[in-house]
């Protein structure tokens, strides 16, 4: 049983229909025994994107209403996600990380939790999957030996397997 971890890249697909939604939604819906998990950050950045596309137009106030109201019932409020919380020892951990990956700061902050989490993982690094649209960071995370999709490059027909 693997942790399906979400980064706001993939979630985001979630909550605005574009390439990889469909995925995204049959991860969703096959998830079955596998636990989700995303962090406050990944959150909040789901929301930011969630604005910019509203700001920009490719969504009316009405979307977004629903949009955010499904993002708060099944990311903060929902039986099905965790929130995993990254500690300020893993954000000054994260500068290696950003130096090795070339990541910003918020993808080596979650890369640095998943690796800290991962140890405590029966299974270690192959019971976390990093579900991301973010090229760096999937390569990162597969460098560091971490589970990847990518909901833009995965057939929705391929999920289940």
Same mark, same amino acid.
């Given at each position: 049983m693997a942790l399906l971890? %979400?980064?706001?890249?993939?979630?985001?697909?979630?909550?605005?229909?574009?390439?990889g939604t469909t995925t995204v939604n049959a991860l969703f819906a096959n998830a079955g025994s596998h636990p989700m998990a995303t962090t406050p950050w990944s959150f909040a950045e789901t929301y930011s994107i969630l604005l910019r596309k509203l700001n920009s137009g490719a969504i009316d106030r009405p979307m977004f209403?629903?949009?955010?109201?499904a993002l708060d019932a099944e990311v903060v409020s929902g039986p099905d996600f965790g929130?995993?919380?990254?500690s300020d020892a893993m954000v000054f951990a994260?500068?290696?990380?950003? %130096?090795?990956?070339n990541l910003n700061a918020t993808d080596a902050a979650i890369l640095a939790l998943l690796?800290?989490?991962?140890?405590?993982?029966?299974?270690?690094r192959s019971g976390c999957v990093v579900i991301a649209a973010d090229r760096r960071l999937l390569r990162a995370a597969d460098t560091e030996?971490?589970?990847?999709?990518?909901?833009?490059?995965? +057939? +929705? +027909?391929s999920v289940p397997a």
């Open positions: 971890f %979400w980064d706001a890249s993939a979630l985001a697909k979630r909550y605005f229909t574009e390439v209403a629903t949009a955010i109201s929130l995993l919380s990254i994260s500068t290696g990380i950003m %130096w090795l990956h690796l800290e989490y991962t140890l405590t993982l029966p299974t270690g030996g971490l589970k990847t999709i990518d909901p833009e490059a995965l +057939a +929705a +027909a």
